[in-house]
């Protein structure tokens, strides 16, 4: 249908920093972090093809909730990594930003797909939580790296 095949070509121009790809300048060196980093890209470029694809709103929260999980479970695992190497007193402002980031993303998730889009969502409400979650994502790459270079620079 060509209503449908020209509504999937402007969600393609408006999500033109999808598919994400994990260039070598994102990577951390640490080789367990990259491999999640890759795996949470993978996800959010899954949660894109799908729905320039389906626009089922059950469809997409569970997609959200599984990428949640992931997010979570690399934090914890990041977290853990970065005391080993580092110390655990060296890492708290990072952990701090991964709460925070969580509380966001969740705040954000739970108010536009969870409340308000039981069947179906919204175009526009879709396009901002991708770019959101890229972007989010794409800032906490860059900040884990900082940060890896700041402690490899002390030891
Ligand atoms: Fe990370
Ligand atoms: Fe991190």
Same mark, same amino acid.
């Given at each position: 249908m060509i209503s449908e095949f020209l509504f999937r070509l402007k969600l393609k121009l408006f999500l033109r920093n999808f598919p994400i790809i994990l260039t070598d300048d994102l990577k951390t060196n640490i080789s367990s972090i990259d491999i999640q980093h890759k795996k949470l890209i993978n996800q959010l470029n899954n949660i #894109?093809?799908? #729905?320039?694809?389906? *626009?089922?709103? $059950?469809?997409? %929260?569970? $997609?959200?909730?599984?990428? %949640?999980? *992931?997010? =979570?479970?690399?934090?914890n695992s990041e977290e853990a990594e970065l005391s080993k190497l580092f110390g655990s007193l060296k890492i708290i402002g990072h952990k701090k930003y991964h709460d925070n980031l969580v509380d966001n993303i969740l705040t954000k998730i739970? #108010?536009? $797909?969870?409340?308000?889009? =039981?069947?179906?969502?919204?175009?526009?409400?879709?396009?901002? %939580?991708?770019e959101f979650l890229r972007r989010e994502f794409?800032?906490? %790459?860059k900040s884990d790296i900082k940060l890896i270079n700041k402690l490899n620079g002390e030891n």
């Open positions: #894109y093809y799908k #729905y320039i694809n389906k *626009t089922n709103g $059950v469809f997409m %929260i569970d $997609v959200f909730q599984i990428y %949640i999980g *992931t997010l =979570e479970a690399h934090f739970n #108010y536009k $797909v969870l409340k308000n889009y =039981e069947h179906s969502i919204s175009f526009f409400g879709m396009r901002n %939580i991708l794409m800032i906490h %790459i």
